[in-house]
């Protein structure tokens, strides 16, 4: 059985976003499956999806709260979790078959989208990314001895991880995995005139920062007044064919 992991809390992503997340796995795998969701409420997440308590990280807010909290996903034990899992953020459209991201390297101690903005060097992007339960709990229990340090020298944690795991970080291909902004909004002024286009072979795009994928839909990205001239796009159809 292929086991998916999700996280949710706050008030950022609504139960909807959890729900589209299961329908979306459904629909492009061949194989059972489970989705596990850590979050902080319940309400309004469809019986499916098996929901437990969202970990935190112990650590002065308003840092505990922000992404630094999925580095509990690397505790030495999880709730209702072992073996191989793949972790997907909400923030991502499902476009094609998942399969082979269980099959891919399988060998692999991390798997995960290489970083668009920086193709050069070995950091991941973790929207996407295929680990062992309780493989790395050094990953987070050297943040948790020494936050402060680790706060100083990483600006987020897909770069901290990515460092501590970068003799063994795999990425996944290049066209699997795309970046709304990167590879689906036209440039330049061409933004205003033309639709978003999905790229072939993408089997799931990651929406990093605004737009969301359902502001995408409707063609808004929320931004101050003076970024609006090149923070524009127009609907991008394609987003209500498959998140649903």
């Keep these: 059985m292929n086991q998916f992991v999700c996280m949710n809390w706050g008030t950022v992503y609504g139960a909807d976003y959890v729900n589209r997340l299961y329908s979306m796995i459904a629909r492009n795998t061949q194989y059972p499956f489970r989705l596990v969701c850590y979050t902080d409420s319940r309400v309004g997440i469809r019986s499916e999806v098996e929901c437990f308590d969202c970990p935190e990280?112990?650590?002065?807010?308003?840092?505990?709260?922000?992404?630094?909290?999925?580095?509990?996903?690397?505790?030495?034990?999880?709730?209702?979790?072992?073996?191989?899992?793949?972790?997907?953020?909400?923030?991502?459209?499902i476009t094609g078959g998942l399969d082979d991201f269980f099959t891919y390297r399988p060998s692999a101690d991390f798997c995960v989208i290489q970083n668009w903005t920086h193709p050069d060097r070995l950091i991941g992007n973790t929207s996407a990314y295929r680990f062992t339960v309780g493989s790395h709990p050094e990953i987070l229990n050297r943040f948790l001895d020494d936050f402060r340090s680790v706060l100083e020298k990483y600006p987020n944690s897909q770069t901290y991880i990515s460092s501590c795991l970068e003799k063994s970080i795999e990425f996944w291909p290049s066209e699997w995995c795309r970046s709304f902004k990167r590879h689906c909004v036209p440039?330049?002024?061409?933004?205003w005139f033309r639709e978003p286009l999905l790229p072939v072979g993408a089997r799931l795009v990651a929406f990093p920062g605004r737009?969301?994928?359902?502001?995408?839909?409707?063609?808004?990205?929320?931004?101050?007044?003076?970024?609006?001239?090149?923070?524009?796009?127009?609907?991008?159809?394609?987003?209500?064919?498959?998140?649903?």
């Design 57 to 93: 990280v112990d650590i002065p807010s308003p840092k505990r709260n922000r992404g630094w909290r999925k580095l509990a996903l690397w505790a030495n034990e999880l709730p209702s979790l072992s073996g191989t899992v793949l972790f997907l953020d909400l923030d991502i459209v």
């Design 187 to 191: 440039r330049g002024v061409t933004r």
């Design 211 to 244: 737009p969301n994928p359902h502001e995408a839909l409707d063609g808004r990205w929320p931004a101050p007044w003076y970024k609006r001239v090149y923070k524009h796009v127009r609907p991008a159809e394609w987003i209500q064919q498959h998140w649903r």
